[in-house]
């Protein structure tokens, strides 16, 4: 996979939040990692770690009192550096589909389903006329097993687990070489889960993909709490605490043999009821107050002095103690 030009490359990608009466809010910091046609990479990482901060990062879509460093390259472009008005016409939608965190909050409330979708079709796809649209609008929400006779409802009459697949069904319809999934199994029961990662799966997976200069194919980057579709869907993971990605792994090894090899990566999984079932002690950082080294010391068993230097990203995990690359027995306990 990595000998093909990636679909976006990220590099040093730092975001900080300015808060008056108070210092900067470290929410992302130095982010390196490259998303490849046909890959799905998963985001992991417990909640306020940075995930959706970089994600809106991508997309242009941070407040105003955000600063923002490193680059983001979609092919040729730039998406740091890109303004609103290119973010706007030639980005969201076309070259990146997006599956928002509160689909809620993205959808017209005062329009049905159905005309937003159709006019997501009419703007992305080109297709015109009554007939066609209204069969492209049913064919796009059957994708992401919306039903067709919730279409003619508006936002505030569907739950939040139909919201979530409307959303999924709208982010599908520009066939974009990136989809970015902000939590997209959020409100869903088991087999919604598994039909919506599978459904993700088939738009990387399918041949031919759109190739504007990213290179054939298409790619998927998910952020998600839900490591069960973590397992099913990805192809590498990335594990975030406290801002930074700490391991950066394949999934197989990530799942399996031979399991993560950062201490906080381990406990995830170790915190996963078929699995040990035990909760990591203590609560993160404040983004506001990180310390110098290891963010993750202070709730780290294998913490020592020269955690309070801060570790790099060497290979796959930024740690001092990583685990060794033999089987972890306690992970799969």
């Known amino acids: 996979m990595t000998e093909r030009p990636p679909v976006l490359s990220v590099r040093g990608l730092s975001v900080r939040f300015l808060v008056p009466g108070s210092g900067p809010v470290a929410a992302v910091t130095d982010a390196h990692f490259d998303v490849v046609p046909g890959e799905c990479l ?127 069904a709208l982010a599908l319809v520009g066939d974009a070489p990136l989809l970015l999934a902000d939590e997209p199994t959020t409100g869903l029961d088991r087999d919604l889960v598994d039909h919506t990662v599978d459904e993700l799966r088939r738009h990387v997976d399918a041949p031919g993909g759109p190739d504007d200069g990213t290179g054939e194919g298409r790619a998927l980057l998910m952020i998600t709490h839900d490591l069960a579709a973590a397992e099913r869907v990805a192809d590498r993971v990335a594990v975030m605490y406290a801002g930074r990605i700490v391991e950066l792994t394949d999934a197989s090894a990530f799942f399996g043999t031979p399991g993560p090899r950062h201490p906080y990566s381990r406990g995830l999984l170790n915190a996963l009821p078929d699995r040990a079932f035990t909760p990591i002690p203590g609560m993160p950082p404040e983004l506001g107050a990180l310390p110098e080294g290891c963010a993750f010391a202070a709730r780290c068993d294998h913490a020592t002095a020269a955690c309070a230097t801060l570790p790099p990203l060497t290979e796959t995990v930024a740690c001092h103690h990583p685990a060794p690359v033999e089987a972890l027995e306690d992970v799969r306990a």
């Open 42 to 168: 998963a985001l992991i990482g417990e909640s306020g770690c940075g995930k959706s901060v970089l994600a809106s990062a991508l997309l242009g879509l941070l407040p105003a009192n955000a600063q923002t460093a490193g680059r983001a390259l979609l092919g040729d472009l730039d998406l740091l550096a890109a303004d609103e008005r290119t973010l706007a016409r030639t980005v969201r939608g076309r070259r990146i589909g997006l599956i928002p965190q509160s689909p809620a909050a993205h959808l017209t409330p005062v329009r049905t389903i159905r005309s937003q979708m159709e006019e997501t079709v009419a703007e992305l796809t080109g297709v015109r006329g009554r007939t066609a649209l209204r069969a492209a609008a049913e064919k796009a929400a059957d994708r992401a097993a919306f039903p067709a006779d919730h279409l003619d409802r508006h936002p505030h009459e569907l739950s939040g687990g139909l919201a979530q697949r409307a959303a999924t």
